[in-house]
């Protein structure tokens, strides 16, 4: 069973517009939730990350809705560009159990 | 500051056959993983270390699957007879504490067994 679901595989919009990336997770002990950029032939890297006593964090054009409620999050992008277009993978770790458990992801194609 | 490197690149292998991967963590990182990534998944965690000690090994298939980390440094995760369902990508992270820091990946070794 999956703990972490990212329910749309791809995803694809305009340059220019807001990206909206959902993410939802069943365990109630998750307290930590990042999201990772992967670009193809390459590792995943830190893109942003939340804590559950927040319900939102923004970097830029990037932002974390969280809604702990819920048991879900949602990553936006904001203008996006065509260099956005990657694979964005939601994760989250309980406490001090150092251990990320991965979402399959989303590929987001952004055209121009 | 160097990155986390990984060798080979690229591996193809008849099943049955064995296979290495190597990982150079960033410098000063104390927490090194290996994960594996099928193609169009997220990575799946097999192993973690801190220092020389394996914290966590429970998802290695340990009949076929071997990791060492001798000096707390690099690493090396081994695959005795390879399947076709060990193709995938193998990832390498480190992380610089032992909190839920931020885990930096090397660009993985891409595995395809015949």
């Known amino acids: 069973q999956q703990q972490v679901r990212q329910s749309s595989q791809s995803l694809t919009v305009w340059e220019g517009e807001t990206a909206i990336l959902n993410c939802s997770y069943e365990n109630s002990a998750f307290d930590y939730f990042p999201w990772y950029q992967q670009f193809p032939g390459e590792g995943p890297a830190l893109l942003i990350a939340i804590r559950s006593v927040s319900d939102k964090k923004e970097d830029g054009r990037f932002t974390i809705f969280f809604n702990k409620r819920e048991k879900n999050l949602s990553l936006h992008i904001k203008d996006s560009q065509p260099g956005d277009s990657a694979t964005y993978f939601c994760a989250a770790s309980a406490g001090s159990n150092y251990q990320l458990i991965w979402g399959s992801g989303t590929k987001l194609i952004i055209k121009p | 500051e160097a990155g986390v490197t990984q060798s080979p690149r690229y591996a193809v292998l008849q099943e049955g056959q064995a296979v290495s991967f190597w990982c150079d963590p960033i410098s000063g990182h104390d927490t090194l993983y290996w994960y594996q990534q099928p193609r169009d998944q997220g990575p799946q965690l097999l192993v973690y270390?801190?220092?020389?000690?394996?914290?966590?090994n429970s998802q290695l298939p340990s009949d076929r699957f071997s990791a060492v980390r001798p000096k707390g440094t690099n690493s090396t995760l081994k695959i005795q007879s390879a399947k076709q369902g060990d193709t995938a990508t193998y990832l390498c992270a480190s992380s610089p504490g032992t909190g839920v820091d931020t885990q930096y990946f090397g660009p993985g070794t891409r595995l395809l067994v015949l």
């Open positions: 270390f801190r220092d020389e000690a394996v914290i966590d």
